[in-house]
């Protein structure tokens, strides 16, 4: 195959990118995007803030730009995200307690029902896990709320729309070694086990010299998916771009059967939230060496 979403549909997998709705007038951009992938996750355009600017007034116009482009041109989209520390609205960052849960409920109702029967998967709850060596949650509004925030999320999430996997997304999750990563393994295990309905974790896989890649990612993904969960890497650029690391990322996924699909985090370099890193697969119009790398893995 001779792109990256048909050489990942070889084993039955997708390859997406994040696409940000303010560049689909850059045909550079749309080109390479349209051609070589075949999943797409909103940059921003579907996060709490863009999607609920005030209480219980939806606004889905530059969601829906990201979601028509994908549909039109043949891509399914993986829904990025419903329940954040980061990333809200004013008025939701002014709330606590009770309230700030109601909130939380109706969010994911108003969103998902505006796009039921239409996402891949949703990233029902990000990054609510801390770094360092706690293994626990994450302080946030969201977690004041009651330790059960999440399985709620996850709960309301379901009946919302039964037809959309949902996804645990987090960064520093991929080094099994890593305390974070055991308080999420934990979390999901628990949910399985209690029928709390999860469907897949997302690994973020944002490398760089703080949290660099480890071979022992192959372990967490398979560890993961024994617990009977998908994986996904969702937010893939590693800096510098090594062409070793993104073949070892991307044999790492081909090796567990539950690995769906591999997203890069932007198209080129430039477009990258860390373009200073040069931590994508293209550059200008350029194909890299780590794109040649990915594809011949996959
Ligand atoms: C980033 C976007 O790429 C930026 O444009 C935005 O300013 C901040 O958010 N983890 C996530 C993504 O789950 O939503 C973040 O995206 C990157 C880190």
Not at 255 to 265: E, S, Y
């Amino acid at each position: 195959a001779s792109t990256l979403g048909a050489a990942a549909a070889q084993s039955g997998r997708y390859f997406g990118t994040a696409i940000a709705a303010g560049r689909l007038g850059d045909s550079n951009y749309t080109t390479i995007a349209n051609r070589e992938f075949n999943m797409v996750t909103p940059e921003n355009e579907m996060k709490p803030d863009a999607t609920e600017p005030n209480r219980g007034q939806f606004n889905f116009s530059s969601g829906d730009r990201v979601y028509n482009w994908a549909v039109q041109n043949g891509k399914r989209v993986r829904g990025h995200t419903l329940a954040w520390y980061a990333q809200q609205p004013g008025w939701m960052q002014q709330l606590s307690g009770s309230s700030l849960r109601q909130a939380m409920i109706d969010h994911i109702n108003g969103v998902m029902a505006h796009y039921k029967g239409k996402i891949y998967a949703w990233d029902v709850v990000n990054e609510a896990f801390a770094d360092g060596n706690s293994g626990g949650r994450r302080d946030s509004n969201l977690q004041r709320t009651g330790n059960d925030w999440i399985e709620v999320a996850f709960r309301t999430a379901r009946n919302a729309d039964p037809a959309a996997k949902l996804c645990y997304n987090d960064y520093n999750i991929e080094n099994w070694t890593w305390a974070k990563t055991q308080g999420v393994y934990n979390m999901v295990k628990d949910f399985k086990q209690r029928g709390v309905p999860i469907d897949c974790v997302g690994f973020q896989s944002h490398f760089n010299s703080g949290s660099p890649y480890n071979s022992n990612f192959r372990t967490t993904l398979q560890n993961f998916a024994a617990l009977g969960v998908d994986v996904q890497i969702t937010e893939l650029d590693i800096q510098g771009a090594s062409p070793t690391t993104y073949a070892a990322v991307t044999n790492d996924c081909l090796a567990v059967p539950r690995c769906n699909g591999i997203t890069t985090w932007g198209v080129r370099d430039q477009d990258s939230w860390r373009s200073g890193d040069t931590p994508l697969l293209f550059s200008g119009n350029n194909k890299k060496p780590a794109y040649d790398a990915v594809l011949n893995a996959l």
